[in-house]
């Protein structure tokens, strides 16, 4: 793994160590804005327990997985994209796209978005 659980971004973020725009937060979740985004809405929703990746999810884990697509649902209403369309994605270790080693999910949307493979 990249990061050290205390060392985490996200961690520092939620411990607002470092500054982030702020899009959602309760006591489980926190959703913020990507800092490089590859979309014109590119939000991460990142539970504030550490679970490094979605293999480390637990059966315990699974009403936090959607309550954190709740949160995407509601934040696509907001920002607009929900009636157009978006996209929902978990990446999955290095070869998966994985650069931040604490679960998150992102939303991405605001135009057209292409599926390649």
């Not at 793994?1 to 996200?10: A, G, Y």
């Not at 490089?36 to 059966?59: R, S, Y």
Request: glycine share 6%; aromatic share 4%.
């Amino acid at each position: 793994m990249q990061d050290s659980v205390q060392d985490s971004i996200f961690m520092k973020i939620i411990r607002r160590e470092i500054p982030a725009t702020i899009e959602y937060e309760d006591d489980d979740i926190i959703a913020i804005r990507d800092i490089q985004p590859i979309a014109p809405t590119h939000i991460l929703i990142i539970p504030k327990t550490l679970i490094p990746t979605v293999n480390d999810l637990a059966e315990a884990d699974a009403a936090l997985l959607g309550r954190m697509v709740l949160v995407a649902q509601k934040l696509a209403k907001e920002k607009g994209i929900a009636e157009n369309g978006y996209r929902l994605v978990i990446n999955v270790n290095k070869d998966g796209g994985q650069t931040v080693f604490h679960l998150h999910l992102h939303l991405l949307g605001g135009r057209t978005l292409a599926f390649t493979m």
